[in-house]
């Protein structure tokens, strides 16, 4: 399946059962809202799907699921996150063969790599494989940024490197993409708090977060936006910022959870390290949700903008 880079592509959480195996009845449930609400794609193994807690084997069943749920309806994207070249490479075969339409990809982990390094590591999986692929570009959080002189790089010798979430939190950099590359490389707005701003300045799409609780509300804020639809767009998304910022916070995946299930569409359990919320931790991330829920707005009929 080919990708078009665009629209809401959830970063989909991994569901665990009490019993810490992968809980495929609940991934199926928010799939399948995911799919109702109208999303673009599905991403799995981000930092929401906890992916250095997954094993290969899980990732893999995890691919096979999901693909088996979306029925090609759209794309279902695994993320490469390894400390190795040739662990990339072979995370990149696997994907393939379990039925991934194509890769969300982060620079080498752990090691801080060079400018160099990175490129090379980039363009040795890219080119290992026929599946496209989405540059991370998340220097914030794991230390390393893609330039725009190393995409320049990228995108001349890797034709299937087609897109960025762009998480550098800077948002003028969506207009030196576009200034640089015009449509060459998409553009996806990878910070839940930043979306609607980095629509406004051309993003094509978003990949986000709490879509996984609200996953129509984050769908009709990307449709009215792109419709032209900018006041009404705006009206939502500032009703969704508080739930929005629980995304900008390193237990965003608890946080989440938890708003998983006050909208009927998760479960609580995480992997440990991670824990559940206890204490006025909880409580302070349920009252955002308490009140979120409180004063949810009535959504236009969007779907079809």
């Not at 989909?12 to 399948?32: A, G, P, Q, S, W």
């Not at 909208?263 to 390290?273: D, Q």
């Amino acid at each position: 399946m080919s990708i078009q880079w665009n629209g809401v592509m959830p970063a989909v959480t991994t569901k665990f059962t009490d019993n810490d195996t992968l809980d495929l009845v609940n991934f199926e449930v928010n799939i399948k809202a995911q799919l109702n609400a109208g999303v673009n794609g599905i991403i799995l193994g981000g930092t929401l799907g906890e992916a250095s807690t997954l094993t290969d084997e899980e990732k893999r069943i995890l691919i096979r699921k999901a693909v088996e749920i979306v029925g090609g309806k759209v794309p279902v994207i695994i993320n490469i996150a390894e400390q190795t070249t040739t662990a990339a490479i072979d995370a990149a075969r696997k994907a393939k063969e379990d039925g991934a339409s194509g890769l969300m990809m982060l620079p080498p982990m752990r090691y801080k790599a060079d400018d160099r390094e990175t490129t090379l590591y980039f363009k040795k999986v890219a080119n290992s494989t026929t599946l496209p692929i989405m540059v991370y570009n998340n220097p914030v959080d794991y230390g390393i940024e893609v330039t725009l002189d190393m995409f320049e790089e990228l995108l001349r010798d890797c034709p299937n490197i087609q897109a960025v979430k762009e998480s550098t939190r800077d948002l003028s950099n969506i207009t030196r993409i576009k200034n640089r590359f015009g449509d060459r490389l998409a553009i996806l707005s990878g910070v839940d708090t930043l979306a609607l701003e980095s629509l406004s300045m051309g993003a094509d799409g978003w990949v986000a977060g709490l879509v996984c609780a609200f996953p129509a509300e984050t769908v009709a804020i990307y449709k009215l936006e792109k419709a032209g639809r900018h006041q009404e767009a705006l009206e939502i998304y500032r009703w969704f910022l508080p739930l929005l910022e629980l995304d900008i916070n390193t237990k965003l995946v608890q946080n989440i959870k938890l708003a998983e299930v006050a909208t009927g569409i998760g479960t609580e359990n995480v992997r440990e390290p991670r824990l559940p919320l206890v204490g006025t931790e909880r409580e302070n991330v349920l009252a955002i949700i308490k009140n979120g829920l409180k004063t949810r707005p009535m959504l236009p009929a969007y779907k079809n903008l």
